[in-house]
């Protein structure tokens, strides 16, 4: 957040910022760090205002940090670290980093316990931060700790599932210039629900549906992990004291008028109310990064007509046979490299051209 440099006191037949310029200097800089920083007007206005400031205190060299730099310049001028659970990580979209798609504990050899490792946090080299991270030139270089199933928890612990995986908040500090995050599908439990839908979806057997089971409990759900993101998304900011952050929703897994799927055993009605779920998931995240006083990226409208069902779909579909002795492959229901790419051409907007609640 800009600040104005403190006015040195002033000395008999010195001219200076006396009282009356100070508190026009303050008010300036209020209104600079409260309103301009935070409208999409972006650097012009940024910088009238402090060429007003300096010209208020009338000091030779005086400067508002920050002032000058694009909002993109803003975000490159330091390190990028990437944050997250799935969506971030680029589960679904395949070639993962080296040390991040490997389970020890697939062999059925019981002898061999303290050696069983595991890392299945698909780092792809194809996820949207990725992609931000090639078409930037961060003066700081870039940090992926993203990993596939990672809840809030695993921000400021280990992740005791994955070898060798740190808190995710380790990898922040005074130089890091933009955060980018996707995080609280796991918490909520959207696993489940789409696990539960397969099984018994809203024409299913017994009351006990997916929609049934899990419709109320959501609700009730969300207030918590808003309350929960809330401090997360201003823990970042205290880490990364000079960052941009940049939270990323999660994309509608299917088309808005689908039809029943017997490929993924869903039925119609699960897949809008699925759909729903998301957009609520997304109103409750933009909510709160609202109120932490960070950015949101909702991809909601640039995947309509790419969800599941679709022609051109940028979310996989069921895939069953997965590692190790997994029913289903971890990348279902998850975005490929064309929707990472596209999430990525969001962001990338959202880092040259700043829009905010």
Known sequence: ??????????????????TLEYVGATIL??????????????????????????SVVERDGCTVPGAGETPLEQATSGEYVALGDSYSSGEGAWDYEEGTDYDDRVDLWPYNDHEEDRNRCHRSAHAYSQVITGAND?????????CSGAVAQHLDNPNAGNTGEDPQYDA????????????????????DVVKDCIINGARGIGPDTCQAK?????????????EELLEHYREIKEKAPNARVVIVGYPPLFVSDPSDSF???????????????????????ADAAAEAGVEFVDPTQAFEGHGIGSDEPWINDLDLGGPGFAIADPSSFHPNAAGHAAIAELVQQQLESPRYR
């Open 29 to 54: 800089a209020s209104l600079l760090v409260l309103g301009l920083l935070v409208t999409p007007a972006g650097g012009a206005l940024r910088d009238g205002f402090a060429e007003a400031v300096c």
């Open 1 to 18: 957040m800009a600040t104005v440099p403190r006015a040195r006191r002033t000395r008999p037949g010195e001219r200076g910022a006396g």
């Open 214 to 226: 899990h419709d109320r409990r959501i609700e009730e759900d969300l207030p918590r992990l808003r």
């Open 263 to 285: 490929g993924n055993l869903l039925f119609e009605e699960d897949q809008v109310w699925m759909n729903e779920v998301a957009g609520d998931l997304n109103a409750m995240l």
């Open 172 to 191: 922040l500090s005074q130089d890091t210039s933009l955060v980018t995050m996707t995080m609280g599908g796991n918490d909520l439990g959207f696993a």
């Open 138 to 146: 961060f003066a700081g270089g870039s940090t992926f700790v993203a």
